[in-house]
């Protein structure tokens, strides 16, 4: 999970493990690809807005790199509210999916088991 913001972090955490699933936290897109690298997870959740790397920055760095292509990547972001502005993010970005803010968590809860099972 990458998000700048703090609240965001720790309640993702919260929701996350208790659905079961192990959590890494990072504070930036920079911070995630290299966590990405050392530890392969399945599933990356990233904010667009985040300094140091775009969202979408670190969801096309994970689809390029031949040891990460496979991870899926759910982008979250409040920025695009038209259907044809989240479809060219997910083109742009590769990205499997992404979340609207504010999150709902059962929703994230959904996402993640559909790309994970």
């Known amino acids: 999970m990458a998000d700048d913001n703090d609240q965001t972090r720790v309640t993702a955490f919260k929701v996350l493990e208790e659905l079961g699933y192990g959590v890494l936290l990072a504070k930036d897109g920079l911070e995630a690809f ?7 997870p399945d599933l990356v959740l990233t904010d667009q807005l985040m300094p140091h790397m775009l969202g979408s920055r670190l969801s096309l760095m994970i689809k390029e790199d031949p040891d990460l292509k496979d991870t899926k990547v759910v982008i979250i ?32 809860g959904e996402i993640i088991a559909a790309w994970l099972d």
Not at 34 to 40: E, G, N, P, S, T
Not at 86 to 105: E, N, T
């Open 34 to 40: 290299v966590m990405a690298k050392r530890y392969r």
């Open 77 to 108: 972001t409040a920025l695009y509210r038209k259907d044809s502005e989240r479809i060219q993010l997910l083109r742009q970005s590769r990205a499997d999916d992404f979340l609207v803010k504010p999150i709902r968590f059962e929703k994230l």
